[in-house]
């Protein structure tokens, strides 16, 4: 298993340094790494999209969006002001978008996600091999665990439908 750990400098660079570790990963590529608007103040999604080995014939699609859409607003939790989406997919089109890939988690409020504090240094811990990454980060006093990839074997569809 390939592992990092270290500081991002805020949510991009936190995304940079996944996205380099996870292609510098035996087998992982990046799909697409997109912005969706000119700036993080301007409300902008950047999401990056991979393509794991798996095992065998099988292929495994996952995404990861910085989604910066709530920036502005003020609301209880303004500690936090951005937080990061998890996805996987079936399949990759390079066409469309974050959540237009083939079979996506249905997006009615159980896509994965995690807060994180805006625009402070982030340290991280990356943990991956052909089949899965494990990202936990901390913001402010508090750690979150994010885990991409296939959840397979550990979990049967029984045990984690």
Not at 10 to 23: H, M, S, V
Not at 33 to 56: K, Q
Not at 68 to 74: A, G, L, R, S, V
Request: proline share 7%; glycine share 10%; aromatic share 14%.
């Amino acid at each position: 298993m390939a592992y990092s750990t270290g500081t991002a400098t805020n949510q991009n660079d936190l995304l940079d340094k996944l996205k380099t570790f996870l292609t510098g990963t035996p087998g992982w590529t990046a799909l697409k790494d997109t912005t969706v608007a000119a700036s993080p103040a301007d409300g902008a999604n950047r999401y990056i999209l991979f393509d794991a080995p798996g095992g065998g014939a099988d292929n495994i699609y996952t995404g990861i969006e910085l989604n910066m859409k709530h920036y502005n607003e003020k609301s209880l939790q303004d500690f936090y002001k951005c937080f990061f989406r998890l996805q996987g997919y079936t399949g990759h089109n390079a066409g469309l978008g974050f959540d237009d890939q083939p079979t996506p988690i249905p997006t009615y409020n159980n896509v994965p996600t995690f807060a994180v504090e805006w625009d402070r240094p982030l340290p991280y811990h990356f943990i991956a091999n052909g089949r899965r990454c494990i990202i936990a980060v901390q913001s402010g006093r508090k750690w979150s665990t994010a885990y991409l990839g296939w959840y397979l074997p550990f979990a049967t569809p029984a045990e984690a439908p």
